[in-house]
């Protein structure tokens, strides 16, 4: 069964998403998966590879900071490459999202069938 446009759509985005939270501060993963579940519905278990993956690709370099409950933690911050690459995908995702609302902006939901009669 193929993933539903909501998935889809939150995968296309991701990267962006945690680019711009870290854009705002250094965080810890637990943290930005926090967030980004209140915010678009992303489950904890993405976060984790997600960051792997950003940091083997350069956009993020971690840290570690003393916690006052429990062990250090990791945290993440942009890269010189990480804040080129959020400029990049923001301006990408501005005129992507301007085109697709110029486009769904003016949907009429019902039936062209059933608009016709309604006339």
């Given at each position: 069964?193929?993933?539903?446009?909501?998935?889809?759509?939150?995968?296309?985005?991701?990267?962006?998403?945690?680019?711009?939270?870290?854009?705002?501060?250094?965080?810890?993963?637990?943290?930005?998966?926090?967030?980004?579940?209140?915010?678009?519905?992303?489950?904890?278990?993405?976060?984790?590879?997600?960051?792997?993956?950003?940091?083997?690709?350069?956009?993020?370099?971690?840290?570690?900071?003393?916690?006052?409950?429990?062990?250090?933690?990791?945290?993440?911050?942009?890269?010189d490459?990480?804040?080129?690459?959020?400029?990049?995908?923001?301006?990408?995702?501005?005129?992507?999202?301007?085109?697709v609302?110029?486009?769904?902006?003016?949907?009429?939901?019902?039936p062209?069938?059933e608009?016709?009669?309604?006339?």
């Amino acid at each position: 069964m193929p993933e539903s446009i909501e998935i889809q759509l939150k995968k296309g985005v991701l990267v962006l998403c945690v680019l711009s939270l870290l854009s705002r501060g250094n965080s810890y993963a637990y943290e930005i998966a926090s967030r980004l579940a209140l915010a678009v519905g992303m489950g904890e278990g993405t976060i984790y590879p997600l960051m792997r993956r950003m940091q083997s690709d350069g956009l993020v370099a971690t840290y570690l900071e003393e916690s006052p409950s429990g062990p250090p933690r990791k945290y993440y911050r942009l890269t010189d490459a990480g804040r080129a690459s959020l400029a990049a995908q923001l301006a990408e995702w501005r005129s992507f999202a301007t085109a697709v609302e110029s486009i769904v902006g003016t949907a009429v939901t019902q039936p062209a069938a059933e608009a016709e009669t309604e006339q």
